[in-house]
């Protein structure tokens, strides 16, 4: 489990396609000064850009992550390229603090930035999501774009808005967002399940 709350921005420091999934090498130096050096070794996940990614080798601050087709087909992770920066996460652990709101880092699809305009400090942005995860999103709830644990403004139709803080713009790859940028999205647990329920529910 994660938080949303993104702990370091990191590096992509090699990709490398395996019989058709991907070998990521990712420089984790931010975050391995952040945290315990167990909450990086091998078998342990980290949530890049918000997808779980499990530990599979490492040396220093480089460390190696198996990606499946799947993953590379639901998430943004098969664009990565060298040099490109990535937000960084480790899974969370009891008694860490929940500053943003509980999250799998299973991505549910991506999502598309349509405009931004500055508001007073902040930046406000509208997101367009694919129209089978549009019910799933609703006002004051919660999504995560990119691993980041956001609050929903308002919505309209497949589209909704949030509102970046300057100090969540500094402490992710949020400063590099434009309109047509593509992000990982993971909608509510809690919407997901309740959905669930109801198609089961009798009539």
């Known amino acids: 489990m994660f938080t949303g709350i993104v702990q370091a921005v990191g590096r992509i420091a090699q990709c490398e396609s395996r019989g058709g999934d991907m070998r990521l090498r990712v420089d984790v130096g931010p ?57 960084l996460e480790a899974a969370l652990r009891m008694g860490d603090p929940l500053g943003g709101h509980l999250m799998s880092g299973h991505v549910d699809g991506l999502a598309r930035v349509v405009s931004m305009h500055p508001d007073a400090r902040s930046l406000r942005v509208r997101i367009a999501v694919p129209g089978d995860l549009a019910c799933f999103i609703a006002t004051k709830g919660s999504v995560a774009l990119d691993g980041v644990s956001l609050t929903v403004n308002e919505v309209e139709g497949v589209e909704f808005g949030i509102n970046l803080i300057p100090h969540t713009i500094e402490a992710t790859t949020f400063d590099e967002l434009s309109p047509g940028r593509e992000l990982n999205i993971e909608v509510d647990r809690l919407a997901r399940y309740a959905q669930r329920l109801l198609l089961q529910s009798p009539p």
């Open 31 to 87: 975050l391995a000064q952040r945290i315990d050096a167990t909450r990086l070794a091998i078998g342990e996940s980290v949530a890049i850009n918000g997808a779980c990614l499990t530990v599979v080798q490492g040396t220093g601050s480089l460390l190696d992550f198996d990606v499946s087709r799947e993953t590379l087909r639901l998430t943004t992770l098969h664009a990565l390229t060298a040099g490109a920066r990535v937000n």
